[in-house]
């Protein structure tokens, strides 16, 4: 069954850190891009990094450039999205998302995989 899982997200405080995995089964990701997107209750879905499928590209929307990075390990077909100084807006569940391209990717479009989704949380 071909599938992402996403995971590593949860509870942390202003000014913390976690890191997202997205992890690939049932195909390997070595011709796929990779993004990761949120949405937070009441708003759109959107694009938070994307990444090219040899990792030469990557693209963040504003609202976290300087603090997230976006990494992959093709060896381990697995995505990363390191997050620091997460802020309270940046509470949203995260999921991350293959398309099938050796073009840069700009979080737009449609894609061909989602994962589940993973619960982030910035809270006091």
């Known amino acids: 069954q071909l599938q992402l899982v996403d995971s590593g997200g949860g509870l942390v405080q202003p000014g913390g850190s976690l890191r997202l995995s997205c992890a690939a089964s049932?195909?390997?990701?070595?011709?796929?891009?990779i993004g990761w997107f949120r949405q937070a209750p009441g708003k759109e879905r959107e694009g938070v990094s994307c990444?090219?499928?040899?990792?030469?590209?990557?693209h963040y929307a504003d609202s976290v450039k300087g603090r997230f990075t976006i990494s992959r390990d093709n060896a381990e077909n697995t995505v990363y999205l390191q997050m620091n100084s997460l802020k309270p807006e940046d509470t949203a569940i995260y999921y991350c998302?293959?398309?099938?391209?050796?073009?840069?990717?700009?979080?737009?479009?449609?894609?061909?995989?989602w994962g589940q989704g993973t619960q982030v949380t910035v809270s006091s």
């Open positions: 990444i090219s499928n040899t990792g030469g590209f990557t």
């Open positions: 049932g195909f390997s990701l070595d011709y796929y891009a």
């Open positions: 998302a293959a398309l099938w391209t050796m073009m840069p990717a700009y979080c737009s479009g449609s894609w061909d995989y």
